[in-house]
């Protein structure tokens, strides 16, 4: 008889993800080479839930988040399995895992795709919508060209802020994450900015530490002018290296974040199942807030 026949797939146990596993998550994360850092797995559980996949030796292989926003959608991030335990289903496992438990509490799953995982979330019945890229900015510069923005008052964002925030962020996103938007404030204080003109926010940025760059998102602006002026202040308060993700319809902030240095890294897909659209309103979103998050 064959040796190949007797092969099986090691026994995995299925699990809730809790503090107890943040080692294991963390080091799903390095092999995958993503930005997460600690505070961002704590955040993450503390606002959602997941589920995980740990081997018979203790070792953590596969994971996956789910983060409801309202009631109507809920994000599915960190579908994470280790190198040495891939092409096994496991991450068709935690998705349907996942993807149940949004199912019998009747809300619409949204994920952001890395192009190595895309066809995994199709075949498991998402559907694409629209995309953004990552950029990369190693050297903190500001080059000429800066956004014009007459009448605009450029500051960091205060406590009386929230109310307006929250009113320009719920169309924008299609939900209400304030319990979010308020931890990122606190994660990276410097970047928590907003920008005024005639006495109303009109756009407002954050951002947070990673375990390789600082990532600055969610930016919500009414154009795309106010968002090249806020960003352009962000990068004279923050520290490379810096990762954005700015939403593909805005060609203008592309090219002038470009122009100040940054790369592309990586495209990404928003995909949606159970729903006939992505949520929200990406003329006004420039900078998604990461694709774990929304």
Same mark, same amino acid.
């Given at each position: ?121 199709l075949q498991e019945g998402l ?68 920008? $005024? ?70 495209p990404f897909t928003r995909m ?8 929200g309103d990406n003329r006004t ?6 694709? $774990?998050?929304?």
């Amino acid at each position: 008889m064959p040796a190949t026949e007797n092969t099986r797939a090691p026994e995995v146990h299925e699990h809730a993800l809790g503090e107890q596993h943040l080692a294991g998550a963390m080091a799903l994360s390095r092999a995958a080479s993503w930005n997460q850092c600690e505070a961002d797995w704590r955040m993450m559980l503390r606002l959602g839930e997941g589920w995980g996949l740990t081997a018979a030796d203790g070792t953590l292989v596969a994971s996956i988040i789910v983060l409801p926003y309202g009631d109507a959608f809920a994000w599915m991030s960190m579908v994470l399995v280790s190198p040495d335990h891939r092409r096994q289903g496991y991450a068709s496992r935690m998705l349907r895992r996942a993807l149940a438990h949004l199912q019998s509490r009747g809300l619409a799953a949204v994920l952001d795709a890395t192009p190595a995982g895309h066809e995994v979330y199709l075949q498991e019945g998402l559907r694409d919508t629209w995309g953004f890229q990552r950029y990369s900015l190693t050297e903190s510069r500001l080059a000429s060209g800066l956004p014009d923005a007459p009448g605009m008052q450029l500051r960091g964002l205060a406590e009386g802020d929230w109310p307006q925030i929250l009113a320009l962020d719920l169309p924008a996103f299609g939900a209400s994450r304030e319990g979010l938007l308020r931890s990122l404030c606190a994660r990276l204080p410097e970047a928590a900015l907003v920008a $005024e003109r005639g006495g109303k926010i009109c756009a407002y940025l954050l951002g947070r530490e990673g375990r390789e760059a600082r990532q600055l998102g969610p930016l919500v602006a009414e154009d795309e002018t106010v968002a090249q002026a806020l960003l352009a202040h962000a990068l004279s308060l923050v520290s490379a290296p810096l990762y954005v993700d700015i939403v593909d319809r805005h060609a203008e902030l592309r090219g002038w974040g470009m122009k100040q240095g940054f790369e592309v890294q990586r495209p990404f897909t928003r995909m949606v199942c159970g729903a006939e659209r992505a949520p929200g309103d990406n003329r006004t979103v420039m900078l998604a807030a990461g694709p $774990e998050l929304g």
